[in-house]
């Protein structure tokens, strides 16, 4: 099942998960910074980002899906330490797959998504949406504005 997101939904979500950030995380002090899960983080990252007022902000690099097609994950840029006072943000936790990596990488950071599918729910601390494991989320980067031809055309009336 296809969910399309738009650009105004998903900057509401990502707005809703840095509230929920704020929440959570004001006891532990000022971040260190953001580290971005690109390339599907880098947006809702920016939003996070300025809604917290992180100045800093670094990405982990990891290729693993083409289109819906998701292949073995290949690290292409890690960062340093072990992620004590830094959030990782990704737009979605699916299989877990790339969310095991990072964490890997980054045991001591706090890990929040947009969207949480229930396969990589457990590996997240913070999410907005979960949505069913067999729903793939049509992210605005992902889709382009298209005529959409009436019905009655479509069935030949």
Excluded at 8 to 34: C, F, M, N, S, V
């Amino acid at each position: 099942m296809d969910f399309p997101v738009s650009w105004e939904e998903l900057h509401r979500t990502a707005r809703a998960l840095a509230w929920r950030l704020h929440d959570q995380l004001a006891a532990a002090g000022p971040l260190k910074g953001i580290v971005a899960v690109t390339r599907g983080g880098l947006v809702p990252a920016a939003i996070v980002a300025r809604e917290l007022d992180v100045r800093l902000v670094d990405t982990v690099c990891i290729a693993s899906y083409q289109h819906k097609e998701q292949g073995a994950a290949n690290i292409l840029k890690g960062v340093e330490g072990d992620g004590e006072g830094w959030l990782i943000v990704d737009d979605l936790v699916d299989t877990g797959k790339t969310a095991r990596i990072v964490r890997d990488m980054l045991p001591k950071a706090h890990f929040a998504t947009v969207f949480a599918k229930p396969a990589g729910r457990p590996l997240v601390d913070t999410f907005v949406t979960e949505v069913s494991q067999d729903t793939w989320i049509l992210f605005p980067w992902d889709v382009e504005l298209a005529y959409a031809q009436p019905i009655k055309d479509r069935r030949g009336q």
